[in-house]
């Protein structure tokens, strides 16, 4: 049975308190069938949003490799993880529409930032400055450990793999996964939230995202954790990959946030 736990209010307040609500280690798998039922409901939009993001992806491997910086592709796809709240939000209001058994057409998922558009950019922008300082970080990395001439992308993964790579898988998985867990913290339900509670602003989200995550936090590592070797899968299937598991991840989110914030009637 979940337990109801209070959470700390932002100084804007909202209509209705927030609670939250405990979650076990058996939650996140139960997020991921979740979303994979909204997925097979709603199977065109969802796909669409993963083969959208899937082309962008391959658009800035190929962008990258052409302006020699392809070594830029790993620490970019791995910081897609970052951002990946704010290019869901079309999925959240479709999981949203279907728990409520209402009407869901394309229109819908890309007009769901109206719900609170103000709010939910400030945290995109949030995320993007997350991004901005993931992307500086691994190139400061890369810089340290092989100077002007880092590996191109033909080379990358065998380099980084070689004993020469490891210092810097090393440095990369500490410095990059103290970011990555402070972003996800921060953030794991603070756009749902906002989609389902329109009057609730951007740091009372922030907030209660990071209030829950502390009050869970071995479920909620343990997501955090599925959240990665999905993407990392998707990645390495040449980012095709990611048109299943971008939306999965989505709609998954969405019932992460229903089980972990007390719903209102």
């Given at each position: 049975m979940h337990?109801?736990?209070?959470?700390?209010?932002?100084?804007?307040?909202?209509?209705?308190?927030?609670?939250l609500r405990a979650v076990t280690l058996d939650h996140p798998w139960h997020w991921l069938a979740a979303g994979w039922l909204d997925m097979c409901f709603e199977p065109r939009i969802s796909y669409f949003y993963g083969a959208v993001f899937t082309g962008i992806g391959l658009v800035l491997w190929l962008g990258l490799d052409a302006w020699g910086m392809a070594w830029l592709v790993l620490p970019l796809a791995l910081g897609f993880t970052l951002i990946g709240p704010a290019a869901a939000v079309g999925l959240y209001e479709v999981s949203r529409r279907l728990e409520r058994?209402?009407?869901?057409?394309?229109?819908?998922?890309?007009?769901?930032?109206?719900?609170?558009?103000?709010?939910?950019?400030?945290?995109?922008?949030?995320?993007?400055?997350?991004?901005?300082?993931?992307?500086?970080l691994a190139m400061l990395e890369f810089m340290?450990?092989?100077?002007?001439?880092?590996?191109?992308?033909?080379?990358?993964?065998?380099?980084v793999l070689s004993g020469e790579g490891v210092p810097l898988l090393l440095?990369?998985?500490?410095?990059?996964?103290a970011l990555g867990l402070a972003v996800f913290a921060m953030t794991a339900i603070a756009i749902p939230l906002l989609i389902d509670r329109p009057e609730c602003d951007a740091m009372t989200a922030l907030l209660?995202?990071?209030?829950?995550?502390?009050?869970?936090?071995?479920?909620?590592?343990l997501w955090a954790g599925l959240i990665g070797f999905f993407t990392l899968v998707g990645i390495g299937l040449f980012f095709v990959g990611?048109?299943?598991?971008?939306?999965?991840?989505?709609?998954?989110?969405?019932?992460?946030?229903?089980d972990l914030v007390e719903r209102r009637p």
């Open positions: 337990s109801v736990i209070d959470t700390p209010q932002a100084a804007a307040p909202v209509t209705a308190p927030i609670r058994g209402e009407d869901i057409r394309l229109h819908h998922a890309l007009t769901a930032h109206r719900r609170n558009g103000g709010q939910i950019a400030l945290v995109g922008l949030f995320l993007l400055v997350a991004l901005m300082a993931w992307v500086r340290l450990f092989f100077g002007s001439s880092p590996p191109s992308l033909d080379h990358l993964l065998s380099t440095v990369g998985a500490v410095s990059g996964g209660t995202s990071l209030e829950a995550v502390r009050r869970n936090l071995r479920p909620m590592l990611l048109v299943v598991m971008l939306p999965l991840l989505g709609h998954a989110s969405w019932h992460a946030y229903g």
